[in-house]
Structure formats: structure tokens, C-alpha cells
């Protein structure tokens, strides 16, 4: 009985091969074809390196949690970050990528340079696409990278540096709001903007020349804050100039005691202050706070953000700089502003700075204080009072001496 049964099924079977004619045999062929060209594919894939799952780690070891990019990726996109990242670190070339769309790469590999200032030297990358009879199997990625290894450990060792050397002057009790300041106004006040300097689309044109441009700024900014402890992103886009054109532009996203500001290092230059005799009269010691800690609000009236992930909304005021040094005026005080001129003066302070929310109150002070002369009741003892006012910032600044 047993043995029937299976010469029937062996009748079944050839009577199938017999229906399907010559489909089946172009079956076959076409399995056959596929099986050489997947071994060819793995066997050229073999030439190219692909990362350990111990090299990934190693990457992910090294990502905070305060990376601010990483974290708005989706899970796929952290680990192709995870990847573009070791390659980046470790000088690698042609290496295999698990990611099969470069437009995904390429959004990736831009939210790993908003977190990694310290790829200074990366200037680039190139991907690969790999294909076997008309087929994608992978894509490759290099990093492009502006000096040969040795000459970039050197670089790096120099620029460590130079930020040990400048976090030095940060006391030990010094909050975060503290510390974020000390490193605007030491940025500001040591750097000169020059388009012609050298390496001043990163970190080192200002760490080691002291010139730069905003990108440079915004890398510096970042680096110094990470090393202090404090979150901080470079974010790219427009912003638009005092000729009232949109041109390109970096500037930072930094987190204090749990909230997001929006921090410009590069317009807290004096170049974007006042005028070279205002500059004299405040004896060279003029840093522009209008774009220290702001709001989402504040900062797209003129700076646009295209990035690769959102940003959250900015809504805090705490740490805002004018805030925050009890430069603020809400309505009209002249009992406020007599107290904090003295205070200024106790201080040793050439001059005051006052900042309004709206050009309603700004409006309200300029009125009452110089075209109603109340300012001469204010200050007693002044015959003549000398002042800067910026109706577009809602910026008044008064000289005291």
C-alpha cells in the first residue's frame, strides 16, 4: 500500500513538469541566473568594509543624550547617524552604509554635524551607489576630509587647548547661565569677523585665529558650551542682514535649567553694534545681547532655520540677557531707572543699558524722557546726557560718564 502511494505521486509530479512545458524550464534558468548574480554580488560587496555591531556601539557610547539632532531622528535614522558618525571619527573611506536612499544619508549626515563640532575637519562627504546588472545592492560612504590624519590630531590637540585655557576663567560657582555668558562675551570680544580667514567654516578659526565667520562662530560657541556642560546645537539657514537681504547664516539652539534659547554669537559682535564713536565713548566694551537667550518668536523676525529636524518651540524668558541682568523694562519706572543707574555707577559702569518689549513702552521712554527732558530729573546731575537708541531692537543706551 505504501509503495502504491508513492508511485502515484511520482506520476502526479511528472504529469506537472509536462503541463508547464517550457515555463518551467525558463524557470529554472531564471533561478539559476539570479543565484550567480547574488554571488557575485557578495562577493564583490566582500571588498568593502562594513561596521561591526562593536564599532556601532562604540559610536553610540559616545552620543549624549543632550545630542539634540539625534534625538529627533527616527530609530532607522539613529543608526545610520551611528554609523556616519565612526566613519567620520575614525577617518574611514568607502565604507558600507546600511541605508539604500542618500537622500536619507544626506539628512542624516547633516544632523550629525548640528551635534559634532569637533569634526572640524570634515569638510564633505561622497556616496556611493553599487549595482549589479541594473540592481542597487548598497551604497558606500566617504568622508571628505580637509588635512591628513596626523595633521588633524595635531590640530584637535591644539584646540583642546585652547578651550581648557579659556573655561579657566569660569568660576567654579558659576551657574550655566553664567557660564554661557562668560563664553558670548569672551567670543565676542576675541574674535574678529573676517570672511578671508582661514578655516572659518569651523571651530579652530576661532579657537586658534581668533577671525571667522558665523558658521565658525557658531561651531566655537557650541564646542565651548559642550565642554562647560551645557547642551548646545549649531543651527543653519538664513538670516536677514542690515541691508535687508536674506543671506546664509549659523547660530545655536542652547538648553538652561531645562529650556530652550536660541543664542547668535556672531551678531553680538560689535561689527553689528554701535558706531565706531559710540564704540569710543563705551571704550571698546560694547557686546551686542540683543540675540543672547530668545524666543522662537524674537528670533524668526530676522534669522530663517532650515535644518534637517524640527526644533522646538522657544518660549522661555528667564535667562534672556536683559532679563535676566535686570535691564528690563515692562512700563515707564523712573524710580526703576534711577536705581539701576545708580547701581551702574556703584559698579563702576560707563553706561546703561535699557531694553523694552514693544515699541509702544520704547516709544513712551524716548518721548518722556528726552523730548519731556524728564531724564534730567532722573539724573540730577547732569547737564547734557549723551545716548544710543535702536528703534528697530526696542534698545535704549544711555552714557553716564
Known sequence: MKRRKQCILAVLL???????????????KSGIRQILIDRQAERYAAQFEQLSADEVEEARQSVASEDYAYSQLSGE?????????????????????TSMDPDQVDRVYKA???????????????ITEHAIDGKTEFYTFSGQYAYEREEMEAKREQAEQSARRILAGISDTASDYEKEKYIYDYIV?????????????????????????????????????KQAGIPCTTVTGNARNQDGNLVAHAWNLVRLDGEYYYVDTTWGDPVTGPEAEQLQIMQG????????????????????????VS????TATACNYYRKEGL?????????????I?????????????????????????DRLFEGQEIFRVVTSAKSISYTADPESCLLILYLK
Open 342 to 366: 545708580e547701581q551702574a555707577r556703584e559698579a563702576g559702569e560707563g553706561y546703561l543699558m535699557m531694553k523694552f518689549p514693544d515699541e509702544t513702552v520704547y516709544g513712551e521712554y524716548m
Open 189 to 225: 570680544q576675541n574674535t574678529v569677523y573676517d570672511e578671508e580667514a582661514p578655516d572659518n567654516q569651523n571651530m579652530l578659526s576661532v579657537l586658534l585665529n581668533n577671525a571667522s565667520v558665523c558658521q565658525g562662530y557658531a561651531y566655537a560657541t557650541q564646542y565651548l558650551l
Open 14 to 28: 511528472a504529469a506537472a513538469v509536462c503541463l508547464t512545458g517550457c515555463r518551467a524550464a525558463d524557470s529554472v
Open 77 to 97: 535614522e539613529q543608526e545610520i547617524y551611528l554609523e556616519l558618525l565612526f566613519i567620520l571619527s575614525s577617518y574611514r573611506e568607502e565604507v558600507r552604509v
Open 311 to 314: 526644533l522646538p518651540e522657544c
Open 112 to 126: 550629525v554635524l548640528m551635534d559634532h563640532p569637533e569634526l572640524f575637519y570634515t569638510n564633505g562627504y561622497t
Open 285 to 308: 566694551g560694547y557686546v551686542n545681547y540683543d540675540y543672547l537667550n530668545l524666543t522662537t518668536a524674537q528670533m524668526e523676525k530676522d534669522h530663517e532655520p532650515l535644518c534637517p
Open 328 to 340: 528690563f523694562y515692562e512700563t515707564y519706572d523712573t524710580e526703576l531707572l534711577r536705581e539701576r
